[in-house]
Structures are given as structure tokens and as C-alpha cells.
């Protein structure tokens, strides 16, 4: 139906989350026919950014720098680490603004089955960081699922052995939220977790 | 097509498919182990997806005729089960190794009742050594072995035909069952005293592994779970082995 060039285009923009056929249409159309200089400012956009955003030296989030923004920030708390399962989970804590320590950063959990294991997350140079940091206390933040929880334990056990207080984020009840409507799942661990009032 | 009824459910894997689904391996009574793909999973994060996570009870509806199920409908049925500490690797290893050894879609009714033995025992547990979780696995282990016809019978002779005498030393062949050996002098990695096999018929029943029994029992279960597993280990064991390794590094 169309040309080569273009059906190349709507195929390549399909590798992105959510777009499905119709809409790599839509979006090939708009480029080609609406706005050229956007799709020039895209294609150099894609094109350095692939070529130069890796991976920070110290927590792994990336990043084009040898150590990112958050890494060098002498004002974050130097005694506190946070481990997280990906980029977009910084993002989130950061805009919830009432953390103010340093992160870690895996890219993914612990899934044997996968053949995902220690070395593919990072953990030796977490281990690194962990003996050779003034931490303090060591805060676990991957998700709620049964691989975060393994990748959770795996990391907890590497710290307290070296004797540094390891915590978990809460998992619970939602704010606003309604406890009818909960699963049951989540209200079992709110319950076990419940704090003094 | 009439709608079938709910069959109870755990989810032993789940991964990726297309967009934004998933493709579940399940271990359900009716069908053994089988695959379905639930459409949407990834996209409707908050309302599916934490339900659909390994060692909660469902019950799911199974549509389409081919080998690859769509799921229908889901509900929890019954408390989840949360597994604390390293009981949550014995959990992985449970469902990798029903992954590994089941055929799909054969019934497992048997199989399906000792794995939901094995997830109360696991949550029972408070997670903070590796050695509570022996007992549970190596009764899970010989159920299982047993329920694939992979396990000669505990305390039989297969020569005598007749129950062992706990004096006696048996060896474990592969086909037929064990044999006595009557040669005195130290005992072979496939050799097992009868005293051994009869704790052994009596812990799977009840659960209760004395101490040394249990070593005996992991023995014995390496020894009939290696000619199934083949030359590709079991990651989760690996991983374990790691949790180990690393621990006894820093402490020495
Ligand atoms: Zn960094």
C-alpha cells in the first residue's frame, strides 16, 4: 500500500510501547506530511541519544555522563542508598520529593527461570558500594511481585552481612483508596505490616 | 460454546507477550500445567496484575481450544499466600521444577494438592535460615517423583518383592526399583540402608524429617531428579547455591 521507505518507517515505529499498527500510520503520516523538521529534530534526538546514553558509573541509571546529576549532587544524603528496579522508578520517588538519599539502580529483578541472576542486576557493584560507602541504612524499593521480593531478600542478606541496617518500602493500602475494594493480597501484607498508631 | 466452570489455579510463570499481555504458565488439577495468554495484563496494571502474581490462589476461566489458553476470568479464592525471606526461593524452585518436569495438559490432582501443602508449609516458615525449608521441599520433591512414576516405591524390595528389612543395603537401579546388595564395606552414592528407606516411606507421609534423614533424602532425590533434568540445571537451585556461596565468603 505505501512505498517501501514509508512502510520501513511504520514498521520501525511500531517497536515502541502501545503503538500498534493504526497508530505507527498516524504517526509516519504526521512526520512525513505535517512536520518535517520535527521528524529531522527526532532522528537526531534517537541518534545521540543512542550513542551516547549509558549507563552512571555508580547507581546505573542512565545517563551520557560518567556519573549522573543525582550521583554528584553533593546535597543528598550520603548515608542513604535506595535500590530500585528501573530509571522510572527514581523518577516516581523523586517526584513524591521526601527522599533525599542516593540510588541504586538494577534494571529488572531476580527471575531464575529467565536466567536472570545476581551478576545481570548489578550486584557486585552494589557490593562495592555497600563496603565501601559510609551508608547507613540501605532502603529496598522493588516491587511488591515475587521476583522483587526475592531480588529484595538476595540484596538484604548481602548488607546485613556487612552490617548495615536494610529496610523495604511499606506495601499497602492506597491513599483514598478503599479497603472493599483491595485485593486480598495487599490488605494480608498491610495487615502484617502495620505500624503502632 | 457453554461456559466452563472456574478452575482452581497457580500461576508458576508469567512473561511477556506482544504489547501488552502475558503469557501465564498455570498448574491447575484438571489440565496438569498449561499455558494461557491474558490479554491486556501489562496495560491494566493496577487492577490485574496484582492478582496475577505466583503462589495466590485463583480461579480461573479457560477459553479457546487450542494448546494456548486466553484466560477469562480470574478471582482470588482463598488467602494469599505470602512466602517471607528465603522461603520465597523454595517457592521459585517448587514452580521451576514442575515447569521442567510436567508434561502440559495432563491431569495432576495429586500434584496440584502437594504443591498447595508445600506453599502453607513456606508461609509457615519465617524465612531467616535455608535449613527450615528442607523438609517441605524434599517432601514436595518425592510426591511429585512419585506422582511421574519416577520414584520406585520407599521400602520395597524389588528383588524380593516383599517390604526391605532395615538391616539389610539396597541399591537404587534405575529401572527396577532397589535391590539388596550384599557386599559389606562402604556404601555407594546410589546405596540406601533399609532402616533409611522405611524413615524415608514414613516422612513423606508425615512430613517429619529427622535431621539426618533429610540428608539422606536430598540424596535421593538428586539421584532420581537427574536422568529428568537432563545437562540443564535448575536456575533456581543455582541461585540459591550463589545465596549461599557469597554468605560464607563474607563470613570467612
Ligand atoms: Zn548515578
Known sequence: MFSPLIEDLIRALRC???????????????????????????????????????????????????????????????????????????????????????????????????????????????????????????????NPTVEGEATAQFIAERARARGIAVSRIAHGVPIGGELEYIDGGTLAHAFNSRTAF | MKPQPLQPAYILHSRPYRDSSLILELLTPDYGRIACVARGARRDKQRRTQSLQPFVPLLVGLLGRGDLKTLGSVENSGCALWLKGRAVYAGLYANELLLRLLAAGEAQYEIFA?????????????GDSSDQLEAPLRRFELHVLQNLGSCPQLGYCAHSMAPVSAEACYRLENESGFVPVYRAGQAGACEFSGAELLALERAVQDGKFAPELLVTAKRLTRLLLAPLLGDRPLASRELFKQVYRSNHDLES
Open chain 2, 114 to 126: 502437594s504443591y498447595q501443602v508445600l506453599l502453607q508449609d513456606l508461609a509457615a516458615l519465617p
Open chain 1, 16 to 142: 515502541l510501547p502501545g503503538v500498534g499498527p493504526k497508530s505507527a500510520q498516524r504517526m509516519a503520516m504526521y512526520l512525513l506530511e505535517k512536520d518535517r523538521d520535527a521528524a529531522s529534530a527526532l532522528v537526531r534526538a534517537l541518534e545521540q541519544a543512542v550513542e551516547k546514553v549509558g549507563r552512571c558509573s555508580q547507581c546505573r541509571t542512565l545517563t551520557e555522563q560518567e556519573v549522573c546529576a543525582l550521583c554528584n549532587n553533593r546535597h543528598r544524603d550520603q548515608k542513604l542508598l535506595c535500590v530500585v528496579e528501573t530509571p522510572a522508578d527514581i523518577l516516581a520517588i523523586e517526584q513524591a520529593g521526601n527522599y533525599h538519599g542516593r540510588y541504586f539502580v538494577l534494571h529488572g529483578h531476580l527471575s531464575p527461570i529467565d536466567g536472570v541472576g545476581p551478576a545481570n542486576l548489578g550486584i557486585d557493584l552494589l557490593e562495592q558500594r555497600l563496603a565501601s560507602e559510609p551508608l547507613e541504612e540501605l532502603i529496598i524499593a522493588t
